[in-house]
């Protein structure tokens, strides 16, 4: 895992905030479902000081194999409008459903999930 990374590009964005961040994880998307992590509840919560975005995320399952891909996606979503990021897994409380916005079970039922 990479716990933090830096760009150049990133240089004078002290003043992202958290809107900002979650708008950029909205282009990671869950390669199993097709859906982002955002509208599929996998966000936790998003914090932004002095240039660093720490982001609170979970997993569908704790067990995911595609872990290392949701994690290069997300630093290559921040990488552009960040100092400094980093994710935070959390695993309490477990994701379920529920925490699936209503876009996200738009999506889902798009694509055949009957929510």
Request: with cysteine.
């Amino acid at each position: 895992m990479q716990p933090e990374a830096q760009s150049d590009a990133a240089a004078g964005s002290e003043h992202v905030g958290e809107a900002e961040v979650i708008e950029a994880l909205k282009d990671v998307i869950d390669p199993e479902l097709g859906i982002n992590v955002v509208d599929l509840g996998l966000i936790y919560g998003v914090k932004v000081e002095n240039g660093e975005a720490v982001v609170d995320m979970t997993l569908t399952s704790a067990a995911c194999p595609l872990t290392d891909v949701l994690e290069e996606q997300t630093f290559a979503a921040l990488d552009p409008i960040t100092e400094a990021h980093r994710i935070n897994w959390v695993w309490m409380p477990p994701w379920g459903m529920e925490m699936i916005t209503e876009d996200g079970r738009e999506q889902l039922r798009a694509i055949g999930f009957n929510l």
